[in-house]
């Protein structure tokens, strides 16, 4: 019947409002609730989440070697051109031409941190880091070589 | 003499007969509802002046709240902002101002013939007095006036949803 | 003992002994009339931060921290850049109007505070149709919106004065009907008289069922009334940038900003006085102890505290629901509001004939 529905409609309106304000009456009295970070004030105690992604970089063990062939996999995986793969030829002890990375350069200014080119890559040679403290005075400061100079590719990886 | 009171008075008078010459002679559509409302106020204000506030709050209710913002409605609906009307023939503007006159003429006649009767002690009106005179079917009772007029709102509401429910011609 | 009434009284009889009445009365004039700015200056402070605090606390938030101890004079720092901050009008603006339409706005708010009874015997204006009044007035609140709308000359603005002007024409029907509940339960439109009548007990528990009915939708639709969420279509930030002073900046928008929390304050001060007793302290029927030791807390307390428990039950709502579609808002008004107050109304005049209330 007419009247039943709307009376029904009242009350299920209400009831539902009702719910909503009990939520936002919880937050307003536990303050412990609250999510705010005062970021400049807790620098140093600042804890991230596991899965926050700041920028990309490329581990080096201690004989300043790291895992990239070069294959090139993060450059095509990227959506918007971040990756440049630069090569050159190194001679193997051997006397045999080898291709490896020459540079690996990295615009931070482009990156929208999508992960995608750390998934690409088959020798985990890349990785995301979780600094984000990016800001510089010079925008080309931001145009980033991930392999440190003199590095050489790790012994075993293919 | 010059007291507070007439002062009050002669300013409530300036502010409505002001408001009111400007508003039919702007030529800006928006201008003259907005010198309108403000005369309508300004009449509100000397019926506060005169201590009989019911009929001055029913002046801002009736007037302010509900016709001028009916006219401003269908001011926003059917025209533009900043445009100004078109300038009045000379014709028109003689034959209003007469017209304007002899209706001016004839109230006068009729407020300075009519006698008035001061000697009448003055009833503040309570809110019980009110609402009995309003529904009163004696003499001087208001019902007969209340319902004809609330026929007349029936008859504006009946005329609103016929046009509203009008079909719309079928297309084939 | 100290009270509003015993300082206003005091004062009054020291400037009676010191001038002439007429230098008595228009001092007393712009006592008034500088208490009454005062108090706008003060409300919007508090308001603002209050608002401010609540929202984030709300939404899980901290909110402003760091002006002032725990951010206490954040709005005070807000006051100060909208007074340095130029106020444009826009060219093709009707210059006249534009400018006019803040001040509107803010003389009727200031209007709206004379009937309001802050403490036991202290109040500007008891005339005898002080409810109606305040309807009266609130009524050219709209125009000030519609003229802000209209002569920006901006499609935003106009958009978002129509859809006010249809909010508050629509709604002011149910916020009377629900005042007429108690209008007719008193049977005065004088404030003092409202409030006298609630000496026993007030409204909400002495009218039963009806009266709370009634104040949920006086609730309701004061919220609509003053362009709150989730009834705030007239300036939908989403929707139309800013509404109708999309094109106000400086002093002229912060003009509106504080007429619009002071309407707040005062629907929200009238909401208290009609159905939560105004200053009257809350009494039980006979119970004399516990009456008496309520009436020890002063009346300006008792107001204060109801009318700013209200603005908080306000702004719960603002933090709390989305906003409303405009068919929404209409058919909240015209097919759920609308009868439930009519037949509200109906059951609290029976009751008032029958005497079934306290």
């Known amino acids: ?158 | 003499m010059i007291t507070g009171s007439t002062i009050l008075f002669y300013l409530l008078a300036a502010l409505t007969l002001t408001c009111g010459l400007l508003s039919v002679s702007t030529r800006q559509i928006f201008r003259a509802a907005i010198y309108l409302l403000f005369s309508l106020i300004g009449i509100a204000g000397i019926y506060f002046w005169l201590q009989y506030e019911f009929i001055a709050a029913v002046q801002i209710v009736v007037y302010v709240g509900g016709i001028v913002v009916l006219i401003i409605f269908s001011i926003f609906l059917t025209q533009q902002a900043g445009e100004k009307l078109p300038k009045q023939k000379p014709g028109r503007k003689i034959f209003s101002a007469l017209a304007v006159f002899c209706g001016f003429a004839l109230t006068m006649v009729q407020v300075y013939k009519h006698e008035f009767d001061f000697d009448k002690t003055m009833v503040s009106p309570t809110m019980s007095n009110i609402g009995q005179n309003m529904l009163s079917t004696k003499e001087g009772g208001y019902a007969l006036p209340f319902e004809v007029i609330s026929m007349l709102l029936l008859a504006a509401m009946i005329g609103c949803i016929v046009i509203a429910l009008r079909s719309k011609p079928e297309t084939k | 003992m100290w009270s509003f009434s015993n300082i206003a009284n005091n004062l009054h009889k020291w400037l009676s002994e010191t001038f002439n009445p007429t230098m008595t009365l228009i001092i007393e004039m712009v006592l008034a009339g500088v208490a009454v700015i005062g108090l706008f200056a003060a409300l919007g402070l508090v308001l603002v931060i209050m608002e401010r605090k609540v929202s984030a606390w709300m939404q899980i938030r901290l909110g402003p921290n760091r002006v002032g101890p725990k951010g206490m004079l954040q709005s005070l720092a807000d006051t100060l850049k909208l007074l340095v901050k130029e106020g444009l009008t826009p060219n093709g603006a009707d210059k006249l109007l534009f400018n006019l339409a803040p001040f509107v706005a803010m003389i009727v708010a200031m209007l709206l505070m004379a009937p309001i009874a802050f403490a036991k015997d202290f109040q500007l204006w008891d005339l005898n149709i002080g409810v109606l009044y305040v309807s009266a007035i609130s009524s050219i609140m709209v125009i000030s919106i519609l003229m802000a709308g209209w002569a920006s000359n901006n499609k935003y603005s106009l958009m978002g004065a129509m859809r006010s002007g249809a909010q508050i024409v629509s709604y002011e029907l149910s916020a009377g009907l629900s005042i007429l509940a108690v209008v007719v339960m008193t049977g005065s439109l004088q404030v003092s008289d409202i409030i006298h009548s609630q000496a026993d007990g007030w409204w909400i528990f002495k009218g039963h069922i009806p009266m709370v009915v009634a104040f949920i939708t006086f609730i309701i639709a004061v919220t609509a009334e003053t362009n709150r969420a989730p009834f705030d279509l007239a300036e939908a930030e989403s929707e139309l940038t800013a509404g109708f002073h999309t094109e106000y900046s400086g002093m002229k928008f912060a003009l509106f900003f504080l007429a619009e929390y002071v309407n707040v304050f005062i629907v929200c001060a009238i909401g208290a006085t009609l159905f939560l007793g105004g200053w009257m302290p809350f009494h039980i029927g006979n119970w004399t102890q516990f009456n008496h030791v309520m009436d020890y807390i002063p009346s300006s307390i008792w107001f204060f505290g109801k009318t700013f428990f209200l603005i908080f039950v306000i702004m719960w709502f603002r933090w709390t629901f989305p906003r409303l579609r405009i068919d929404q808002l209409l058919n909240l008004e015209w097919k759920y509001l609308l009868p439930i107050s009519m037949i509200n109304l109906l059951i609290v005049t029976a009751m008032a004939i029958l005497k079934w209330h306290f």
């Open chain 1, 1 to 158: 019947m007419f009247i039943t529905k709307y009376i029904k409609d009242v009350y299920k309106g209400v009831r539902s409002l009702l719910v909503g304000m009990k939520r936002t009456l919880y937050y307003f009295t536990h303050h412990k609730e609250i999510i705010t970070q005062q970021y400049p004030d807790n620098r140093d105690t600042l804890v991230l989440p596991e899965r926050f992604k700041g920028e990309v970089v490329m581990p080096h063990n201690e004989n300043n070697e790291h895992r990239c062939t070069g294959c090139q996999a993060c450059e095509l995986a990227c959506p918007n051109g971040t990756i440049k793969v630069i090569f050159k030829n190194e001679l193997t002890p051997e006397g045999k031409k080898k291709k490896a990375i020459d540079k690996l350069v990295y615009h931070l200014e482009l990156c929208t941190m999508c992960n995608l080119c750390v998934e690409a890559c088959p020798s985990d040679a890349i990785k995301m880091a979780q600094t984000f403290e990016h800001s510089v005075f010079d925008r080309n400061e931001l145009t980033k070589i991930l392999n440190n100079p003199g590095s050489k590719i790790m012994e075993g990886v293919e």
